[in-house]
């Protein structure tokens, strides 16, 4: 009578991996070949931008900017979830808070962050304090939004069915209006995870002495070349290594749901 | 109406109005924004009773249910359980809704354990009833699956194990199997009999199907709309157990024909009814019926 379709096709692991990173492989190569032909000092061929990744990498001096970077940014994406969610809830709830607040959500999100990060250095100068408050800015608003949506969303009958247990307000809310509104949450927090990278960088472009924008920006003031290579090329990987984690959390979280639609 | 056993639940006068419009607060006319969905309804069902109400959709069943969960606060009378005004929802009422309701991010067996969670129930104890209550549905293979991995007459029996679970005294359920294939509430029907026998839950169940109605009941209540009321009540004593000879039976024709007049009676034109009530209830009336 009622049967389950159980059956999962496996897909063939090695063929999607094939197809998944063909392309960045030709261009790999292209980027280590061309170059020798090319003589141009703008374009170092890949094989000497990795031996000056390795150089930086043994002294420890990579490290050192990927470190002050992270630790600004997981400082300003933590800060800012911390106070985005609770706030996206109680606005998402409380639909008067909504009406009132949403233009004035619309102006600050649209806002380009690049044209009021002097506006934060202005204030807060050029150290850490200004670098995370940016960042606060930056990740706040997308998780925020979709936590106002998720909310919004929220189906009525799981409310009702809660209630009609005679569950609490804070119950309500614990057990029924946060997890159902997980999918939204996760993506914006994804969202705000890769944008704290980017808002980051700019940051440091804009005055530092540590991290990785800090060092493609003086890298490039020196005609390091190779050097600025390196670090554009590490922000490439730690911004893929941040989708993948946030993909990987949003994924083992949201189990639940029938399809998974997650782009990597 | 009350042959010897206690009423469990009843109402007096009961109405409820809904103010319509986008909550502006004052309107210049605040009649056109109203809307009686219920006026005057006074039932008195008796505990262990197994009681539906039928009636064309959006003739108020879901407003009557609700106001007996303690979801909607009714306008005008009183609603009472076990003697008492209900002000509130309660564990001492469950509530089975057409959508199912099942918290998506939980297995089964979580979504089972969910009223014992806010009854505050200890997590061994709250494991041991939902096994117990999810192998009476005849669901236990199914105890660690999530909702979206079942079919929808499978949900309804989560959602009525998730109910059971708490031990309420009267399950309240509105249009539970509306939205699952023939043959599935066919199967549902004797289930939710069964389980009926088992537990002697009182049952309040609202639906748009007549044939439903009166296969499962004791009584069948009858409502009109506009403003939703009791139009009349019908004692249904077929044999029990039932079984589905009896829908060709000349009795169950008879209380078929019986309801369909009440609610003929109550509009206008035949044609207004048969659209109103949908596909199904015209499928299940005899032609004669349908003047
Ligand atoms: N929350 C609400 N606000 C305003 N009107 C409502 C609301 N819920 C139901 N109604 C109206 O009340 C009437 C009865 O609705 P309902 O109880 O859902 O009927 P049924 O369950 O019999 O289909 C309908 O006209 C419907 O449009
Ligand atoms: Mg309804």
Known sequence: ?264 | MVDGSKILISTEDLGLVYKLGRGKGKSKNPKAATLTALRDVNIGIREGEFVSVVGPSGCGKSTLLYILAGLYRNTSGKAFIHGHEITGPSLDRGIIMQAYALFPWRTVEKNVEFGLEVKGLKKNERAEIAREFIELVGLSEFADRYPYELSGGMKQRIAIARALAYDPDVLLMDEPFAAVDEQTRTLLHDELLRIWDKTHKTIIFVTHSIDEAIFLSDRVLVMTSSPGTIRDEIEIELPRPRNNELKSSELFGTYRNKIWQHLQSSTDSTREVTTILGRHILDTVPQEAVI
């Not at chain 1, 703008?42 to 002294?59: C, M, R």
């Not at chain 1, 233009?103 to 600050?108: A, K, R």
């Open chain 1, 1 to 264: 009578m009622e049967e389950l379709e159980l059956q999962e096709k496996k897909p063939n692991i090695l063929l999607t991996l094939y197809q998944k990173s063909i392309l960045i492989v030709v261009l790999l190569i292209l980027w280590a070949v061309v170059p020798l032909y090319l003589h141009n000092i703008y374009v170092p061929p890949l094989g000497e931008v990795l031996q000056e990744f390795a150089k930086l990498a043994s002294t420890g001096e990579l490290f050192k900017h990927i470190g002050a970077s992270l630790k600004i940014a997981l400082i300003g994406l933590a800060i800012s979830q911390a106070l985005a969610i609770p706030l996206g809830v109680l606005i998402g709830w409380f639909k008067k808070i909504d009406t009132y607040l949403d233009p004035l959500l619309v102006v600050m999100r649209n806002t380009s962050i690049l044209a009021i990060l002097p506006l934060f250095v202005l204030f807060l100068g050029i150290g850490e304090v200004s670098k995370i408050a940016i960042i606060v800015w930056g990740c706040f608003f997308p998780t925020l939004i979709n936590t106002i949506q998720g909310v919004k969303t929220v189906d009525q009958n799981l409310i009702r069915s809660a209630q009609s247990m005679g569950i609490s307000t804070t119950g309500l809310f614990f057990k029924v209006v946060i997890p159902a509104s997980s999918p939204y949450i996760l993506a914006g927090f994804r969202l705000s995870a890769s944008i704290a990278l980017i808002v980051l960088v700019g940051a440091e472009m804009v005055g530092a002495f540590y991290g990785i924008g800090f060092m493609i920006f003086n890298a490039q003031h020196a005609y390091m070349i190779p050097r600025m290579y390196v670090g554009i090329l590490t922000l490439a990987i730690l911004g893929v290594l941040v989708n993948l984690l946030s993909t990987k959390l949003e994924n083992s979280v949201l189990r639940w749901q029938e399809t998974n639609t997650n782009a990597v």
